[in-house]
């Protein structure tokens, strides 16, 4: 879902103690990282990164607070939960905002990272927004949002994805993550496992550790369009096994899973009674015929043990007004609004105005969505053919969302006087910020090192120059392996 906010970060120039004569841009972090190395950009600038895993981390910032005042004062113990501890940080957003502090310092970066719409919020519902304002609709709404919305949420699931739901069985959050992890936390005990196809959307495996649970990665490959075998899926499932995350259309691949897959998919769930579904459907607006959207809950016997996730980010191009939402059985529902009423208490009262609005556009969106869809069609094809014309390159074509996962290991193997060895996803996309300028997200992030990953939430001239810029970065390399 992909998806959604992450952990904040903090950006800024600060002086390297291993390297007293450059300036470096510092990155602070709440999560954990690693042993840190810098990289130097033709202009002068440096790029802090990590060189402890295959994996872009951040560093991991140690505090010793002295006292500052007195004798016998006493440090201050800075030790941090083993839970948060257990977490890595948002891969997408601090590369995100890696590319946003390099632009500020003047390093022309093309940012192809965030999972974001470039369309501005469409005016129908930004002025739903601006006349709540006007109109004094600003004290909070009820924990599990507003009446007005979560019977139009209703009457949506109803009429576009054939799944029946009342109010009582709704909640809205702040976006659909928030959603994602009251779900994982309502059914979780410590020590469960959820089960993750990879690729994975980043946070799906960070949420689970932060419910105590074990992550269980089910590997798919792209000659399967990244597509989980159910004889797969049935090997991982043991008796702690609690909660299938499935996301489809899928961040970062952009597969969508056929009816009849899923339908198989069911049939092995319906086995194992402990076993539930959380189904991401936030990208469902974004698809590309002949492909279609089913919804997980629509399946025979899966109404009961589904949690449907979604939310207005993605298709109404509304990454910042924070709205998102979960629907289920009234028993799990429940278990993730007292989760909410502890945590954040219901969503922005403007949002949830603007969210009525957006559900009254028309089926999918109506032309607005339909028109931005084509766009983004305009752009995939636009990449597919032109990554496809690079020697070595593998590609499974999305079926939805706005990401190509592409497959560039035959560049691995190479090593560049002054950067060092590609051997990762991760070193690559260092080697291809530093040389062509263009920030994209290594696919270790999501499970698959073999990967990259593109945003095409881009102009189809950004995209053009993007390519460009990385053509030429990728032919000084030349493919390292036969191809």
């Known amino acids: 879902m992909a998806a959604s906010a992450g952990a904040s970060s903090g950006i800024g120039l600060s002086q390297s103690p291993a390297h007293p004569k450059q300036r470096c841009l510092g990155f602070s972090h709440s999560s954990r990282g690693g042993a840190s190395k810098f990289v130097s950009f033709p202009s002068g600038f440096s790029l802090r990164s990590i060189d402890n895993t295959k994996e872009l981390q951040l560093p991991r910032i140690t505090a010793v607070v002295k006292a500052q005042a007195g004798p016998g004062q006493m440090d201050v113990d800075q030790t941090l939960s083993p839970r948060v501890n257990s977490v890595k940080p948002s891969k997408t957003v601090a590369i995100t905002d890696q590319a946003a502090a390099l632009l500020r310092a003047g390093v022309p970066v093309i940012a192809l990272a965030a999972g974001e719409p470039d369309f501005d919020t469409p005016a129908v519902i930004a002025e739903a927004g601006i006349n709540a304002i006007r109109e004094g609709y600003t004290r909070y709404t009820p924990n599990t949002g507003t009446l007005e919305l979560r019977t139009a949420i209703c009457q949506k699931l109803k009429d576009e994805n054939g799944i029946s739901y009342t109010p009582d069985q709704v909640v809205v959050s702040n976006g659909a993550k928030q959603s994602i992890f009251q779900a994982v936390l309502a059914v979780c005990s410590p020590g469960d496992e959820v089960i993750i196809p990879a690729p994975f959307w980043v946070s799906y495996p960070e949420i689970a550790r932060l419910a105590d649970a074990t992550p269980v990665i089910v590997p798919t490959s792209i000659s399967e369009n990244f597509l989980m075998d159910p004889k797969l899926l049935e090997a991982s ?247």
């Not at 629509?298 to 910042?320: D, H, I």
């Not at 690079?390 to 691995?412: N, T």
């Not at 189809?460 to 000084?476: D, V, Y």
């Open 237 to 483: 499932i043991t008796e702690k096994s609690r909660l299938l995350i499935l996301c489809s259309p899928s961040n970062p691949t952009g597969s969508v899973y056929p009816k009849q897959l899923l339908e198989e998919i069911a049939k092995i769930v319906a086995k194992h009674p402990r076993l539930l579904v959380l189904s991401d459907e936030i990208y469902e607006h974004i698809m590309y015929a002949p492909a279609t959207h089913t919804s997980f809950a629509s399946l025979p016997g899966m109404w009961e043990r589904t949690f449907t996730v979604n939310g207005f980010s993605k298709a109404f191009a509304m990454t910042g007004w924070r709205l998102g939402y979960v629907a289920g059985p009234k028993h799990f529902i429940s278990a993730c609004a007292k989760i909410q009423s502890q945590f954040t208490s219901g969503a922005s009262s403007i949002s949830q105005k603007a969210g009525v609005a957006a559900l009254s556009m028309g089926y999918a969106g109506g032309e607005t969505v339909a028109n931005m869809v084509k766009a983004f069609r305009e752009r995939r094809d636009y990449l597919v053919k032109s990554f496809g014309e690079l020697e070595g390159v593998r590609i499974s074509e999305p079926q939805g969302a706005f990401y190509l996962f592409i497959d560039l290991s035959c560049y691995y193997g190479v090593e560049i006087e002054g950067f060092g060895e590609i051997d990762s996803s991760e070193s690559l996309c260092r080697y291809l910020l530093d040389q062509a300028q263009v920030a994209l997200v290594p696919g270790g992030a999501f499970g698959d090192d073999s990967c990259i990953r593109i945003s095409y939430a881009a102009s189809l001239a950004t995209l053009q120059a993007a390519f460009e810029r990385i053509k030429k970065a990728l032919f000084a390399l030349r493919p390292a392996v036969p191809v």
